[in-house]
């Protein structure tokens, strides 16, 4: 579960540095890779591929990493405490 | 540790006389543009915003928020970006206990319910005058037709009008076991309902719409309605009406147009 009190947020702005800090960056097709096994993409909570264009956040649990939409969104009320 | 001491510690760091107490104070963090690296906003009495620019950041200020990094992620916080964050923060507030999503929660599977649950947050957009373009193709991209069908009936009222009574009728009569079978019909096959598409021509309309007729004739479906939102949808629809106006085993006892969305019920004689 998440408090809904520990929620960092950020803007469109901040993207690409925040992903930096993660220790993630962004491969030659778009994909968000870990920054040092670049052939390693991260993964959502489906198991999919992420595009740093889809990125929307991440949440515990081994890195989930939330798509930029608005059913990946809203899934995440059911973890909210 | 707490998210809120690791605010603090951030906070601490990087601004170490701020004069704020850990204590009976609460803290969050964000990563936004400003005119400063880091700035502290009270945004109520004992609550402090911490936002930082990183594009303001230093090499080291990069560092030293890469070594905090981990302990955010462990305390069980979630990153999110401002504007889904808007959608969530709304979703909870104002519609996640809508009667509607807490009524079928469980008695349908849990695709549909996300696509109700979308549906929902979609029709509240719609209502406000917000454009919801993007989340309906979303929705589409998701759960395809059946969620499509599934936003048109939530927004036209099926699920308060129809499927619910439906479902409390079949509970009455212990046959609620009949319930997902005549709902899949009824979302996917769509009996009584038809929705005009702003991709459909009137033409191919006019032909939907007399197939469906056909249809409901053979299985004795005397009823039609038909939704249209938008000025090109409800020309289409009127359209339509022109086409029956000589149909003697057509009638529209009611047609109601307002806010710029049509329906019209057809009998079927």
Known sequence: ?81 | MTFGSICKNILDFFLPSNGITLENNTFDLSFFSGNKFLEVKQEVNNHYNIHIDLDKATPEQIKKITEFYPQIRDEDALILQENNYTDLKKYLEELKNVPILKYFKGKINDQDYNALRTSVFIQNKFNLGDDVSLYLEQLYREFGVRGRNICNLYGEGYFESFIQPFYVLLEADSRKDEFLKQFDQFVMEQPITYFVSQHRTKEQISQDLFGKIEKNKKYGIKKLNIHGIGESNIKKIKSFIKEIETRTDLKIPSSIEKDGRISLCLEII
């Open chain 1, 1 to 81: 579960m998440i408090n809904k009190e520990n929620i960092v947020r950020f803007d469109e702005h901040s993207k690409e540095k925040l992903l930096s800090i993660m220790n993630k960056s962004i491969d030659s097709e778009g994909f968000i890779v870990e920054k040092l096994k670049t052939t390693q993409k991260v993964l959502t909570k489906d198991g999919g591929e992420i595009k740093f264009t889809e990125f929307a956040g991440v949440r515990r649990g081994s890195e989930i990493f939330i798509k930029n939409d608005i059913n990946s969104v809203l899934e995440l009320a059911d973890l909210i405490e």
